[in-house]
Nanobody, 117 residues
């Protein structure tokens, strides 16, 4: 059974940094596209960043230059380094894993990120 467990969220002041982690178990990590979504209150879930093999990354425009997604295949872990955080980054951040060649992803339970202005 696939499990994705996020950690690293919390409360931070605007301009600060957080590093989210997502550890995957029960799956072949290298065989999955990994990424992060977020959902703020009253908003739809939006895709923040993805990382595909070999290490191609994509970001939404609002986080480019501030967030960095990376993965460690030896630890089955994907990271999201978030710098220069803004109040509008406040949301629940969800890790996902999508098997290559499939459309249905697995989801983590989410971790809350709150940025105070």
């Amino acid at each position: 059974q696939v499990q994705l467990v996020e950690s690293g969220g919390g409360l931070v002041q605007a301009g600060g940094s957080l590093n989210l982690s997502c550890v995957a178990t029960g799956m072949i990590f290298r065989g999955h596209e990994m990424g992060w979504y977020r959902q703020a209150p009253g908003h739809q879930r939006e895709l923040v960043a993805t990382i595909q093999r070999p290490d191609a990354t994509n970001y939404i425009d609002s986080v480019k230059g501030r967030f960095t997604i990376s993965r460690d295949n030896t630890k089955s872990t994907v990271y999201l380094q978030m710098n220069s955080l803004k109040s509008e980054d406040t949301a629940v951040y969800y890790c996902y894993a999508r098997p290559y060649g499939h459309t249905t992803p697995h989801w983590g339970q989410g971790t809350q990120v709150t940025v105070s202005s």
